[in-house]
């Protein structure tokens, strides 16, 4: 094992430059806490907004200053704009991204994907004054490869690039379904439909934590375990779940969805079939929308901590423009079980 001296250590702090989740861990709160109280933002006590200003002071955090005045490109997708209108996951993203960019004192210029070679997207990145790329909800290949040729630098929010040659921030799909699979395990769940709308890399990824949670416990995750619906709307869930548990005969006592749309409507389709949540049959979720606390029952999902994304996505963003980053890096925020009232033990 080598040795480190106390002078290269101290080098080494020297370069590393404190960020707010160095805050937010020595204070117990959230990223997105600590950014509303550094700008200045409603939403955080006094006391609490003082003591995060008093660590903040005591760790010598200071912006840096390399993104002062300059500008950001935020492309969006049409996926994340549909998910904009419906949902709210992009919204929160979105929000944790402002809050960073006032705190660092950056301005984000929007812009819409029309999903074709998009000329306005380049005439936008070639102004001088644009530091980087945010990219949220991207998945198309032909627009990682430009953003992996781009001269300036680009993160993605919400996706990832195969080849890593871009780095990105999301949530630990796999882990966060299989996190919920073993949640519904631990309480004898034995067999475990696992309702989807597949596509995106993501969602491959929450298929694979399903999977891998049930093949550890050895239960099957055949594809007849696997219930596809055509989009995210909950009336297309409840419909197919409606069909499924009418024409088959099946064993399953829970159903794993990939997000908290599709969860709502697998709960609404087993109402009108007299099937009761959780007595009969359990329900999951995925994201943790505000509307999952006041469905009936309140659904038992998983928080994705989309704020936390998009306050990180631009602090790696900064350090790529600072030229303190070189190699790119993939980060995964964990995700964590809200038991409420859709899921018992088995029946």
Known sequence: MTTRKPDEENSDAAYRRVRLEDIATRCGTSLSTVSRALSGEKGVSQA?????????????????QEMGGTRIVLAVSQVAMLDYSRYQFSWYVLQGLKERAKVIGVELTTHALSGEDDDAMQALLNEPDIGGVLALTVDDPVFLNAMANLKKPAVLVNSEDPLMRLSSVLPCNRSATRMACDYLIARGHRHILFLTHPGRRTIEQREEG?????????????????????????????????????QHSHPHTAILCANDSLALGAIAGLDKLGIRVPEDISVVGMN??????????????????????????LELLQDMIAGTLEIPRRIELACSMVERQSVSVAP
């Open 210 to 246: 399903w999977r891998e949670a049930m093949r550890c416990a050895q239960l099957s995750c055949e594809s007849v375990d696997i219930l596809s619906v055509t989009d995210w709307l909950p009336e297309l869930a409840e419909q197919a779940v409606m069909a499924w548990f009418a």
């Open 48 to 64: 609490l907004r003082t003591r995060i200003q008093d660590v903040a002071r005591a760790m010598r955090y200071a912006p840096a």
């Open 288 to 313: 943790d929308l505000p509307q999952a606390e006041f469905a009936s029952p309140a659904l038992t999902t998983v928080h994705l901590p989309v704020q936390e994304m998009g306050t990180l996505a």
